[in-house]
């Protein structure tokens, strides 16, 4: 997928997600970044604009920290430094070591990103990964993002977790639970709905006038006719028929073992998945540095890098941006789609 006409959008806001991880560097980047690429949008960092200025001094990193009262002046304050959207911490950060008392700070930013962006302030939402324990400690009910922007969305909102990167979309149909559970919790309504709100989104966001969607198989070879497995018979299958039946053009179920070589890949726009690891392994091998999380099925556009705190190398300079460059790009597309100001083509 490429785009063949640069959206002119309100600017993204960014969360700070998780202060102990990579989120603030790889922000920092990005931003010096737009030098040499100018497809990078423009974006403001809802965060502790001291905590920033103290990372970049740390980083040897040249970028100027703009503080701004209003996201609108942003693309004023852009060119010149990091645009920040002042959101104080309350605790220490010390990189790789998360702090709870800093938890409250980081729910509070994606409100505020959510907020924006349902004002028509901000042209789309792009999260930094967060620390998902450490939230929970302080009261956090939800088992993710996905959920929680949900939450905030209102109105019913049915999220979905879509992976793209290396010329791969990726869905699975159940995400954040156990293998066990997760085999128990598959259901054909599930599928479905699964499978008919990436359909709309491949339409809205990405200007697929058609989308293709090839169902994986849960169990090895699809189930053999039975023989490893009758939930391809009894729930797959079923479910591609009624997603046919709506108008969809939805095949499978395809055996998971094939279903990414490259021949494959050109037959499809997205893959539905059955599970977690069965969407993810594929995509973060073909794109690990340049995958991204979009969360379809919420009314405003959501993106995320599709990479964790990376804890293990916070504050030592060497945390990548690609992955959150990728989505700021893509995150710009899919609101300029929205807003009629690109053109996608396949």
């Known amino acids: 997928m490429s785009v063949t006409a640069a959206p002119t959008i309100r600017p993204l806001v960014m969360t700070m997600g998780e202060p102990a991880g990579v989120g603030g560097e790889i922000a920092l980047k990005a931003w010096l970044g737009r030098k040499g690429d100018p497809a990078i949008p423009v974006f403001a960092v809802i965060d502790d604009a001291a905590r920033l200025e103290r990372l970049a001094t740390l980083l040897?990193?040249?970028?100027?920290?703009?503080?701004?009262?209003?996201?609108?002046?942003?693309?004023?304050?852009?060119?010149?430094?990091?645009?920040?959207?002042?959101?104080?911490?309350?605790?220490?950060?010390?990189?790789?070591?998360?702090?709870?008392?800093n938890a409250p700070a980081v729910i509070t930013a994606i409100t505020r990103a959510v907020a924006l962006v349902q004002s028509g302030a901000a042209g789309a939402v792009v999260t930094n990964p967060i620390h998902k324990k450490t939230l929970y400690r302080s009261g956090f009910a939800f088992p993710g993002h996905t959920e929680f922007l949900a939450a905030l969305a209102g109105g019913g909102a049915y999220p979905v977790m879509m992976l793209v990167g290396g010329g791969l979309r990726v869905v699975p149909v159940t995400i954040h639970m156990r293998l066990r559970d997760a085999i128990d919790a598959l259901d054909g309504d599930a599928i479905v709905r699964t499978?008919?709100?990436?359909?709309?989104?491949?339409?809205?966001?990405?200007?697929?006038?058609?989308?293709?969607?090839?169902?994986?198989?849960?169990?090895?070879?699809?189930?053999?006719?039975?023989?490893?497995?009758?939930?391809?018979?009894?729930?797959?299958?079923?479910?591609?028929?009624?997603?046919?039946?709506?108008?969809?053009?939805a095949f499978g179920p395809v055996?998971?073992?094939?279903?990414?070589?490259?021949?494959?890949?050109?037959?499809?726009?997205?893959?539905?998945?059955?599970?977690?690891?069965?969407?993810?392994?594929?995509?973060?091998?073909?794109?690990?540095?340049?995958?991204?999380?979009?969360?379809?099925?919420?009314?405003?556009?959501?993106?995320?890098?599709?990479?964790?705190?990376?804890?293990?190398?916070?504050?030592?300079?060497?945390?990548?941006?690609?992955?959150?460059?990728?989505?700021?790009?893509?995150?710009?597309?899919?609101?300029?789609?929205?807003?009629?100001?690109a053109t996608f083509v396949r």
């Not at 002046?73 to 959207?85: H, K, M, R």
């Not at 279903?259 to 995509?283: E, K, N, S, V, W």
């Open 195 to 249: 499978a008919a709100t990436t359909h709309d989104a491949l339409q809205r966001d990405f200007g697929i006038a058609r989308p293709r969607l090839a169902v994986a198989g849960l169990n090895p070879h699809a189930g053999e006719d039975g023989d490893m497995g009758c939930e391809e018979m009894q729930i797959v299958a079923p479910a591609i028929a009624r997603l046919r039946e709506r108008g969809l053009a």
């Open 60 to 101: 040897g990193l040249d970028v100027p920290i703009r503080p701004i009262a209003d996201i609108a002046d942003a693309g004023a304050a852009f060119g010149a430094g990091l645009p920040v959207l002042h959101q104080p911490l309350a605790g220490e950060v010390v990189p790789g070591q998360p702090n709870p008392d």
């Open 255 to 341: 055996p998971p073992d094939t279903l990414f070589t490259a021949a494959a890949r050109c037959g499809y726009d997205a893959a539905i998945c059955m599970y977690h690891d069965q969407a993810l392994i594929p995509l973060k091998a073909l794109a690990f540095d340049q995958g991204v999380n979009v969360t379809l099925g919420l009314p405003f556009v959501r993106t995320s890098p599709d990479h964790g705190t990376a804890f293990d190398i916070a504050g030592r300079g060497v945390a990548d941006a690609q992955s959150l460059v990728a989505a700021l790009k893509l995150a710009a597309a899919m609101a300029g789609r929205r807003a009629g100001l």
